[in-house]
């Protein structure tokens, strides 16, 4: 599992370590805005953030909902809310919800907020950190909503010295670097998904599985995205549906064949890529049902 994109090795040191890190912070903060891709929300979920977080309360944010299913990011979002958390979903591309987003940690808050006061502690601004696996959105979130009004309030005492807190709103700060966690990998079924969201390099898992998977859910939960982008029906009770699969693509896209065969590589790249981009449509890959906890 050691070939990841953007140079993050989860070797177990490196765990360690990020771990270590986020405890230190998470004591001075008063809330986590954990990140997850509302294309897979659990497989997107680090495994051990409750372990890391503990009681620190936490708004679950969904992030990529322009690119994920509006019928289960409603369902998502219910999920969590009935496992206690705040939750919500937000496109990061075309983002305002600031408001929406303090509100709720606001909202979270508010007794200890109250209780602090009714001791007789000054007022002060709720503190927030961001956590995430990698490529949920985490740094397009600080930055649009740090942009807003990008008042950096230098370092505090007791945080980490590269560490800056900003100031978003009159009762709202925010760390300015996330914390980055790892993602299930030990887990096949979400080692798929991960990959399919583009959060690890697809290829430390055998592509061809990874095609074949994809395929089998897409005809069964969104046949009709296949048949407008590659006029694709696929027949599971036919024993050759994934070489007709592969055939019928590289016929649809003129990819040239290779030494009289199909190119399987170029067909799996070009697929791959268009599920990457959002081009195929809004997918999501898991469902609240299928998770057990
Ligand atoms: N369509 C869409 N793209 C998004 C959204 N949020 C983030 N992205 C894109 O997803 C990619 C990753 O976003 P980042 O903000 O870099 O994610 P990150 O969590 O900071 O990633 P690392 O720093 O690598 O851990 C970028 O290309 C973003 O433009 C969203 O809500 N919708
Ligand atoms: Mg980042």
């Not at 997107?44 to 936490?58: C, D, Q």
């Not at 708004?59 to 990011?73: G, P």
């Not at 095609?211 to 407008?228: G, R, T, V, W």
Request: include cysteine; hydrophobic fraction near 40%.
């Amino acid at each position: 599992m050691a070939n990841q994109k953007m140079n993050i090795h989860w070797f177990p040191g490196h765990m360690a370590k990020a771990r270590r890190e986020i405890s230190e912070k998470i004591k001075v903060i008063d809330i986590v805005i954990e990140l997850v891709d509302a294309r897979a929300p659990y497989s997107s979920k680090n495994p051990m953030i409750n372990e890391l977080v503990r009681h620190k309360p936490r708004l679950i944010v969904l992030t990529k909902q322009d690119m994920a299913d509006d019928r289960y990011t409603k369902q998502w979002v219910q999920y969590y809310e009935e496992q206690g958390y705040q939750a919500m979903s937000v496109n990061l591309k075309n983002f305002n919800e600031y408001q929406k987003v303090i509100e709720k940690c606001r909202c979270v808050l508010k007794e200890k907020m109250e209780k602090e006061l009714a001791r007789g502690l000054k007022p002060r601004a709720i503190r927030a950190m961001v956590l995430g696996i990698p490529n949920v959105g985490k740094s397009t979130f600080i930055n649009k909503l740090a942009n807003r009004k990008a008042t950096v309030t230098g370092n505090k005492p007791g945080v980490t010295k590269a560490q800056q807190i900003i100031r978003v709103a009159k009762d709202f700060e925010l760390f300015d670097t996330p914390g980055v966690l790892w993602p299930k990998l030990d887990d096949e079924h979400v080692a798929k998904n991960i990959a399919l969201l583009g959060s690890i390099k697809q290829n430390i898992l055998p592509l061809d599985d990874l095609f074949i998977e994809a395929m089998k859910y897409l005809s069964m939960h969104y046949p009709q995205l296949l048949k407008e982008r590659y006029q694709l029906e696929i027949d599971l009770d036919d024993e050759d549906w994934i070489i007709k699969t592969f055939d019928h693509i590289a016929k649809v896209r003129k990819i040239k064949p290779l030494r009289g065969e199909t190119d399987y590589d170029r067909v799996m790249e070009l697929f791959f890529s268009e599920i990457n981009d959002g081009s195929i449509g809004r997918i999501t890959w898991e469902t609240p049902l299928c998770v057990k906890d």
